[in-house]
């Protein structure tokens, strides 16, 4: 959601500024813009709509300079049209913008009430009149960020030019993330390492409250009270090809081949394959003591806690409340003593997620974090962490971080199992020798993916469809459905099979595709009756389930297409049942022509309430 990117260099800026905001295009958006010093002015150049619009305008009228700033935004306040595109600028100060002013409509009307004209409807462009009364009070740009810094309600990540200033660049962040790169005479800034890669490997994140003054020989950093502070420097080890597509058309598609790897190096990180056991790295809290866990995220990793919900109830014995973030903290919730609170984000930057970590935090309640970001803010003020192993993810429609989630929790339901004695060394020893087998068998399925592109034919022309499953296959048939909304824009709702009946049943016909998971687990003839049910109105049916038992659905007679998946422990199968519905929104989207990797309207790292 929205990208900052922004260098001082001894070269010029703008070709580097459009390659990181290249690398920032699997966030979402849908306007960018850059902005530079020359010749003792401020330059700009915006477009609406994708980065090649932008590239284009500056290829028609180039922008030169050595100090410069790039985003692309995703409309929050005023339509994404050109006058809406960040830069936003004065003949003073230009700066970009991720996040949120909650305060702007009243700075807007004392703004305006001493003279200043507004060209757009953001939020952000207050923030430009701000500064800009500030410098013509005659402050310096330091005491002007403090003082404006000090009136700011909400969540910000700022990088700010100054006309009469060629080697200075200000940053800031509140709730948004923004990292600094060190390079040899050369700064840059980002809003994730993946837009600096191919500059520097030594990165400092700011923390909450921070803000930096940033030239070429560095940075100095000073707190939310204005105390000069030093910040870690980091090494990281993403480089520039990490953001390919290699041979793949889509990173989606790629991402979802990557999965065997990604899960297989999740699991060795918190699995010993010799032994068969689990081996979690040391947390804060003993699963013996746990008298309830809560799991809170948004969007897939939601679904990811859904699923392990099944599996800390039924190996670990554990209650389990699921939230969803952003109604978690608004709700007041009762933490229990002796709760763990476990907050599952891919980018670990997710505004909701966080904030609801910090609730947690503020009651004491032991937390414990999986993103897939190690030095992401949710990561950082998390007192436990785990990493998942799936490294960097484009495709705005999470893949391989929503199943290395999976592993991640479905490793820890078994270590919470154990040390609450509900497991036996035997129990935990099968389980865990399921989870290695799950990477050979999502390669088999891999291997059929022309039969699901077939599929995808049969629902193609549909309006809407319905997503059907029992047990542990419930929250997979609503990551199915999520997965075709966000790709394909075909509605589509994923109901428990049993709850069909109370309501969904209405919306049967010949029209609406029904797509049931029926795996060969404790639900599976119950499953098996609803789709029958379903059947007898004159609906299509595309069934996935095992080898074993798709002749048998064959049989069943009725209009019914088949996927069959290797047959496997119903503990892994919510693992290997993702992967043919992520591959049936992606073959679907792709019949449909929408944009697989950058579906309309969404973004990738959700960093506004």
Known sequence: ?????????????????????????????????????????????????????????????????????????WATHGAPTQENAHPHASDQVALVHNGIIENYAELKEMLINKGHQFQSQTDTEVVVHLLTHYLDEGKTPLVAVRKALKELKGAFAFAILFRDHTDLMIVARRGSPLVIGYGEQEMTIGSDALALAPWTQHLCYLEEG?????????????????????????????????????????????????????INNTLNLLTDVSTSTVQIPPLSFDWKDVSRL????????????????????????????????????????TLTPGGVAIFISQSGETIDTLCALQLACEKNHHTLAIVNTPESSIARQSKNVITTQAWPE????????????????????????????????????????????TPDQINKILQKDDKIHELGHHIRNANSSLYLGRGTSYPIALEGALKLKELSYIHAEGYPAGEMKHGPI???????PVIILAPQDQWFEKTISNMQEVLARGASVICFTDESSEKHI????????????????????????????????????????????QPRNLAKSVTVE
């Open 1 to 73: 959601m929205c990208g900052i990117v922004g260098m001082i260099s001894q070269s010029s800026v703008a070709p580097k500024l459009l390659e990181g905001l290249k690398r920032l295009e699997y966030r979402g958006y849908d306007s960018a813009g850059i902005a530079t010093l020359t010749d003792g002015r401020i330059e700009r150049r915006r477009a609406e709509g994708k980065l090649k619009q932008l590239q284009d305008l500056v290829e028609h009228s180039p922008i030169v300079g050595f100090l410069g700033i790039g985003h692309t935004r």
């Open 210 to 262: 921070d803000y930096a003054l940033i030239t070429k020989e560095g940075a100095q950093i000073y707190d939310y009270a204005d105390t000069l502070v030093e910040r870690p420097i980091h090494k990281t080890y993403l480089s520039e090809n990490t953001v390919t597509k290699g041979a793949y058309r889509h990173f989606m598609l790629k991402e979802i081949f990557e999965q065997p790897v990604a």
């Open 294 to 333: 809560t799991l809170v995220a948004c969007g897939t990793a939601f679904l990811s806690g859904l699923t392990a919900k099944y599996w800390f109830e039924k190996y670990a014995q554990l209650p389990v409340d699921v939230e969803i973030a952003s109604e978690f903290r608004y709700r007041d919730p």
């Open 394 to 437: 484009i495709g705005v429609a999470s893949t391989k971080a929503f199943t290395c989630q999976l592993a991640v929790l479905a490793s820890l339901a078994i270590a919470a199992g154990r040390r609450r004695g509900v497991l036996s060394k035997d129990q935990e020893r099968k389980l865990v020798q399921s989870l290695h087998q």
């Open 506 to 512: 209405a919306l049967i016909d010949e029209k609406v």
């Open 554 to 597: 064959q049989g069943l007679g009725g209009k019914i297409k088949t996927f069959s998946l290797p047959t496997a422990d119903p503990f892994i199968t919510p693992l290997l049942y993702t992967i043919p519905l992520q591959l049936l929104a992606y073959h679907t989207a792709l019949l449909r022509g929408t944009d697989v990797d």
